[in-house]
């Protein structure tokens, strides 16, 4: 689940990366959008389409990706993502950016050229457009000579211009005319006035076309050299000329080709009119002549063409010399560099003429702006190109690119991701299918274990009985060593069974907790009593002290406790050659006040050997760091149990696995001290399931303590249902005859003498306690009320015999009744004991105290009787023979033989028995009014199983009761009984908790198991008849 | 056979009996719900066992030959057969009936038929060894002894 948030993870920050991106692809897109708008209203169709069509892409990109988005939570919800479609994902993805990446290139690049497009226009337009102008300028004053020459040539006579006034003032008034080289004028002659006119001006009209078939160089230029004109019907010959072109003077401009259908236009249109560009003489530069027609008088601007004939008196002419004009003109311009400018003159459409300009080839891009100098007839373009090529885009280029990088990296990253993620998932399903064989595997392992140990069991129990068998037959010694030998080996073997059974149990979580009323301190009587012997054989002191705080009664599983209990001490006795084994019991409440005890005095412990500090070995524990959490108005009882032991201790390397199963400190562990190591695994299993910890603290050399918690259940706030089972435990002899006795303890040693006092009060005898001979006496000769038994620590008895001797002595001389003297043995057969023979009412007790022996010595010694006090094995049997005589009782079994059985061990306790083989008989026999006291009902039967047939039963009887309730029946009818009830209890084979709740639920009063026990039998019969 | 040692027989031959599994400590309790006032329950109890039985051992052959078996029928007699044998305390018949439920609940019929055939197996060997009891019983009783109690302290 952790993988598929990751996974989610990485989603939404792909879809956000995305976002990015698609948001900056936009933001340039709308720059180019609305700077297109602004720029040209004639936005090109590419660029148009181009936005349009990043609309739509981009429209596409962001419902796809809500797409995914949308998808990736289904896909989620259904864990099982396709890897495959990844895989498509990530081609397409790339190819969509690379076709993104090359849409936006094209879109750039497209940009790039209009905007150089643009450029070029205005700047051809710019150009064109001052080219007219300066024209036009130099056109209009052309115009305004030919008016000067009309008024002062033509109006006066005689003409108040010749030649040198003419070309001075053209000369002078030359600025005006930025594009003409020169101007000069020429007088219509008719054929019939060219002698007078050659008379009066003194030369022949010359002709033209000769000089144009040869041009000539300027220098070479010499006018006297072309021939005179040939007789025409009339003659233009030039009479004014400004200087730079005074060389035309005398040609008659009729006679050149180009010139002559110019003037003729001219005068016809009365406007300016242009040659098309040609060579001019002497110069031989391209240029084009302007000529204007000088009429008469002032015509209406509607004459004819043959008026306007008539009344030309000459013709003026200017020459442009485009060529040189339009350079200059450039060359005012800034950017002059960049473009190349040809200006044509395109009259006749197919022959355009070059008027300016170097015919470079003509690819790329080029701009075409129309001139107009006036002349309607003659067109004339200007066409502008880019000197140099158009440069890379290299805007749309890194653009393009970069965006292709990071969609890539973007998908490598999705795709590393990806991978990654099914890499993790597949590792982890590998993972979990070895998890799950390993736990199969363990399963298998537990459940063989269990099978095996439980088959090995059954044999085992027939080798035993036989050794048992054996060992009553006549043997020799030997031979019954033998015997005993393979016995002890046997039940060695069972005990090593029963360990590797619990493990297993534990392992498969079969194992369950009784929850039955037991007494703590009769079961650590009775793990005393285990280790007593034990413990005297090594001269090792055995002690327990269960604080008083502790309640008489818990409610737990006394058997598991007490495993934990033998296996620590089991452990503890193993492993200490001197010195003590201390269990103590708490609750966890209280051990706040223990840590003062034990603060006051490292040396101050059982047997005075030094001791590991136990406060260590909870330090780790749960119900400590979280005090607060226990729940003071719960019936729980949190227990501290500490196992103290004076042993050679844990080494420091092996205390990390001391819990952990097989495990032993070394191999030689093993041989020398048996066992298999798995005790405090189990241990630790059953303090978990008892809800506590375990922990411990050992030092080498010094010793171990182990402590652990466990929970238990107060029996006072509980309800009857766990009515004692052990009815027949130790505990209830204890006994009320030494109630109110007083007895004094001598002892030095405090932590000791706790624990007698302990064992002493347990059976209501009031303690003190005293260290010294001298302090006893005084107690006994001083103290308000006298002392039935003084109880001496054998040590302080062998240490200081003199002092024992004056203590025997003054003894007797108190008069107020002698108290029993009593000697606390470590070890009967110490020597000590030997000393004490001679002394008078002396008694030893031997060590381990506990309550059952102590009494016992006490007993013997105080002479006080032990009346009814005997444990009465047959109570169950008795009891029930008492609960059960005389009742009538109906048993329900399919089953003949289980029917005889169990109505056989219920007329054994004298009732009287109806037996009934289904379900519907046992309906008939139990409708009310009742006649049974009981019914025991088997639960599964064919037909009518014993949940329906109780479930019936109960209908019928609440129905009956609540007729009766209402008083449609008569309560007589009913045995006076105006609620029956009959008790019926469930018979059954298998004692799982759920067929005990189905028994409940389904109206039973309880259930017994099948066959009967004794004590189950009466423990259930006894709640319904008292 | 002298009186007292066909009670000491009867002793081991009760003990062999319990060691080797075939009775548990359910049979002992039968013993002691026989008295004065009951003086053959523990004959009644076992004559019902053995009629019992052997017609579910039938039942069950027959519900086990039928082409399609009946797992739940076979089961209720398996059931049955539990029950009754666990009342008296037959331990080893008990146990095979155990696993033969096991297997039917697994509806395994190869494994069933084996089960049944353990189960008779079992079934008649504790048959012949209560046989061979109740007749020594019977001759005690017959030579005017009385039948020791057995006290399984082990």
Known sequence: ?1026 | MEVGQMQRRLVDYTKTLFMEGFLDAQFLQLQQLQDENNPDFVVEVVSLFFDDSEKLLNNLSMALDQPNVDFKKVDAHVHQLKGSSSSIGAQRVKNACIAFRNFCEEQNIDATLRCLQQVKHEYYLVKNKLETLLRLEQQIVAAGGSIPMIDMGF
């Open chain 1, 1 to 1026: 689940m952790r993988l598929l948030h990751v996974f989610g993870f990485g989603l939404k920050v792909g879809h956000l990366l995305w976002m990015l991106c698609c948001w900056v692809a936009s933001m340039v897109s709308m720059n180019w959008f609305i700077n297109g708008e602004f720029k040209a209203a004639k936005a090109s169709l590419l660029g148009a389409s181009g936005n349009k069509m990043w609309f739509k892409f981009w429209d596409k990109i962001s419902s796809h990706s809500f797409k995914i988005h949308h998808e990736y939570y289904q896909y989620v919800g259904s864990k099982r993502f396709s890897k495959a479609w990844w895989r498509k994902l990530l081609p397409s993805w790339l190819i969509g950016w690379v076709l993104a990446s090359v849409v936006i290139f094209c879109c750039m690049s497209s940009q790039a050229a209009e905007k150089r497009k643009e450029t070029l226009a205005s700047m051809c337009d710019e150009r064109a457009r001052m080219l007219q102008d300066q024209f036009n300028v130099s056109m209009n004053h052309i115009q305004a000579i030919s008016i000067l020459i009309s008024t002062f040539h033509h109006g006066k006579n005689p003409s108040a211009i010749d030649q040198s006034t003419f070309a001075r003032y053209a000369e002078r008034t030359a600025f005006e005319r930025p594009l003409t080289s020169g101007v000069a004028y020429a007088v219509r002659v008719l054929h019939s006035e060219r002698e007078q006119f050659e008379k009066q001006r003194g030369w022949s009209i010359k002709r033209m076309d000769t000089l144009e078939q040869n041009p000539v160089h300027k220098d070479d230029y010499n006018p006297d050299l072309l021939e005179s004109s040939p007789v025409q019907e009339e003659y233009a010959p030039v009479i004014f000329a400004q200087d730079i072109v005074s060389h035309v003077v005398s040609i008659d401009m009729l006679s050149g080709k180009e010139d002559s259908k110019n003037v003729l236009r001219a005068r016809k249109s009365g406007k300016g009119v242009l040659t098309s560009p040609f060579r001019l003489l002497k110069t031989n530069r391209l240029g084009v002549i302007l000529t204007f027609a000088v009429y008469k008088r002032d015509l209406p601007s509607n004459a004819t063409p043959n008026e306007r004939i008539k009344a030309t008196n000459g013709y003026l002419g200017g020459v442009f010399d485009i060529e040189s004009l339009v350079e200059k003109l450039l060359q005012q311009l800034a950017s002059k560099q960049t473009i190349l400018v040809n200006v044509l003159d395109t009259t006749n459409r197919s022959y355009p003429i070059s008027m300016y300009g170097s015919n470079a080839s003509d690819d790329g891009l080029e701009h075409v702006s129309h001139l107009n100098f006036g002349d309607p007839f003659r067109k004339h373009e200007m066409r502008c190109r880019f000197k140099q090529k158009p440069p890379w885009p290299w805007l749309a280029i890194t653009t393009s690119i970069g965006i292709l990088v990071i969609a890539s990296l973007v998908g490598h990253i999705f795709h590393a991701t990806v991978n990654r993620i099914a890499k993790v998932e597949d590792d982890c399903n590998k993972m979990m299918e070895l998890k799950r064989q390993a736990e199969a595997a363990d399963v298998a392992k537990s459940q063989f274990l269990a099978t095996v140990s439980h088959e090995i069991r059954t044999p085992m129990n027939g080798v035993l009985g036989m050794l048992h068998m054996l060992m009553d037959t006549d043997l020799d010694v030997t031979q019954l060593d033998y015997v005993r030998t393979a016995q002890a080996s046997g039940k060695a073997l069972v005990a090593l069974i029963n360990e590797v059974l619990d493990q297993a149990k534990i392992e498969s979580g079969k194992l369950e907790l009784e929850e039955v009323q037991f007494d703590l301190r009769a079961v650590l009587d009775d793990v005393l009593s285990l280790f007593s012997g034990k413990s005297q054989d090594k001269g090792v002191e055995l002690a327990v002290y269960i604080s008083d705080q502790v309640p008489e009664m818990l409610i737990g599983d006394p058997g598991r406790f007490r495993q934990i209990i033998i296996n620590l001490m089991g452990n503890s006795i193993k492993f200490t050659q001197k010195g003590h084994i201390l269990v103590t019991v708490h609750l966890v409440e209280e051990v706040d006040s223990i840590e003062v005890e034990t603060e006051s005095s490292s040396k101050n412990t059982l047997s005075g050997f030094p001791v590991a500090d136990r406060r260590q070995s909870w330090k780790g524990f749960r119900t400590f760091s979280q005090e607060g959490s226990m729940h003071p108005f719960s019936d729980s009882i949190n227990l501290i149990v500490s196992v103290e032991d004076t042993g050679e201790g844990i080494p420091l390397e092996a205390q990390s696995r001391v819990f952990t199963p097989f495990m032993q400190v070394g191999p030689s562990i093993s041989r020398t001290h048996g066992g298999t190591g798995i005790g405090l695994s189990i241990s630790k299993c059953l303090v978990n399931l008892m809800k506590g910890e375990i922990g411990f603290v050992s030092i080498p050399k010094i010793g171990s303590t182990f402590t652990f918690t466990a929970v238990f259940t107060s029996s006072f706030s509980s309800s009857k249902k766990y009515k004692s089972q052990k009815i027949n435990n130790q505990s209830n002899f204890v006994s009320t005859e030494f109630h109110g006795m007083r007895a004094l303890v001598m002892d030095p040693r405090p932590v000791r003498a706790k624990v007698a006092k302990y064992h002493i009060q347990r059976l209501g005898i009031h303690v003190e306690i005293v260290s010294k001979w001298k302090q006893g006496l005084s107690i006994i000769s001083k103290g308000g009320s006298a002392k039935n038994m003084v109880l001496i620590e054998q040590e302080v008895w062998d240490k200081d015999l003199r002092g024992s001797a004056h203590f025997l002595d003054n003894l007797d001389k108190i008069n107020r009744g002698t108290p029993k003297l009593f000697l606390l043995s470590n070890s009967i057969r110490s020597s000590g004991a030997n000393n004490t023979s001679g002394v008078r009412n002396l008694t030893i007790i031997p060590k381990p105290l506990r309550a059952s022996m102590l009494a016992a010595s006490l007993q013997r010694a105080m002479g006080v009787e032990n009346k009814g006090n005997a444990y009465n094995g047959e109570l169950p049997r008795a009891s029930l023979q008492n609960l059960l005589i005389g009742r009538k009782i109906l048993i329900v079994d399919d089953n003949n033989v289980n029917l005889k059985v169990a109505a056989g061990a219920l007329k054994k306790y004298g009732a009287d028995v109806v037996t009934a083989a289904r379900g519907i008989e046992a309906i008939e026999l139990l409708t009310p009014p009742h006649q049974f006291d009981a019914c025991f009902m088997d639960i599964q039967m064919p037909e009518m199983d014993g949940f329906e047939a109780t479930r019936r039963i109960r209908e019928i009887e609440q129905d009956i009761n609540n007729r009766i309730h209402f008083g449609e029946l008569s309560v007589e009818a009913y045995n006076n009984v105006s609620n029956c009830h009959v008790a019926i209890l469930a018979m059954t084979a298998d004692v799982i908790q759920a067929t005990q709740e189905e028994c409940i639920r389904c109206g039973m009063d309880g259930y017994v198991s099948k066959p009967f026990e004794a004590e189950q039998l009466y423990r259930e019969v006894s709640r319904f008849f008292q």
